[in-house]
């Protein structure tokens, strides 16, 4: 009966970016299950409204409910914004309140103000994400003290999933908004990569930014929040499976998911086709 309890860890994301935070999660825990859900036939999901964004995320969610998860992480900065929130409150009571929804963009916020000496805090993202708002609402509600300038950077998940993040077609989308984000506020010292697709483009990202300025990955920091999390709840602890597998789910073509999540996930890619 033990092993039918128990279940993978869930991370789900509208597309290949999640992949970025998987990658980093197993290895700050490496023996675990993982199972990996993206919504590729449905994605973007950051130019689309906060209904369309809840009702998609919640039906992810139940479904990874359905493969077994007891704990599904949302690493998806527009899912996070705009459904983690209500399924928590919501749905999740009614659904199972012994099992969990978590997100990235807390992990996040809550190291801003050990990260920032000026206090001034930048936060890159899709149109969507920086829309709702998500990042200085969370970063004000625990630091009202940091002040918090945001970009939206349209082009860059593109260039990420069409493999141009090394070329140089990208350095000038790059420098447009790093340069637009400092101009801004001269005075930012910690920057938030505030979607899972950007880590592909540190490397440029660092070659436009002065030395002292902090850059912040998502995947590390939930990696670690996740570990911290598991270990201050056994009683989720025991729910997770511990077998080291790792298998992916898309909405879209198996062998198109493979041929783009190559990019970001680096290991064998064992993927079936999955509905909605």
């Not at 990658?23 to 299950?33: A, T, V």
Request: charged share 20%; glycine share 8%; net charge negative.
């Amino acid at each position: 009966m033990a092993e039918k309890k128990a279940g993978s860890i869930a991370v789900f994301d509208s597309g290949y970016g999640g992949l970025t935070v998987l990658n980093k999660i197993i290895q700050h825990l490496p023996d675990y299950d993982y199972i990996y859900l993206g919504d590729n036939a449905r994605t973007p999901y950051g130019t689309r409204s906060f209904e369309v964004v809840y009702e998609y995320t919640l039906e992810a969610v139940k479904k990874l409910f359905d493969m077994g998860a007891h704990l599904v992480i949302l690493a998806c900065n527009t899912a996070s914004a705009k459904a983690l929130r209500n399924i928590q409150q919501k749905d999740l009571p009614g659904i199972d309140p012994d099992r969990r929804v978590l997100g990235v963009i807390r992990p996040s916020v809550e190291l801003m103000d050990q990260l920032s000496i000026t206090k001034h805090v930048g936060v890159l993202g899709t149109s969507g994400t920086i829309q709702s708002e998500s990042y200085p609402i969370e970063i004000n509600k625990l630091f009202p003290h940091i002040q918090v300038t945001q970009e939206a950077c349209p082009m860059w998940v593109p260039l990420v999933e069409n493999n141009e993040f090394n070329n140089g077609g990208a350095d000038y989308f790059v420098k447009q908004h790093i340069s637009n984000l400092l101009n801004n506020d001269p005075a930012i010292d910690t920057i938030v990569l505030g979607c899972t697709h950007y880590p592909l483009l540190l490397n440029k990202i660092k070659e436009q930014l002065p030395t002292h300025v902090n850059v912040v990955e998502q995947g590390d920091i939930v990696g670690e929040s996740l570990k911290d999390y598991l270990s201050r709840h056994p009683e989720m602890d025991e729910k997770c499976a511990k077998g080291g597998n790792v298998k992916f789910y898309t909405t879209e073509q198996v062998s198109r998911f493979k041929q783009t999540a190559g990019i970001f996930f680096e290991g064998e890619l064992n993927v079936e086709h999955v509905v909605l």
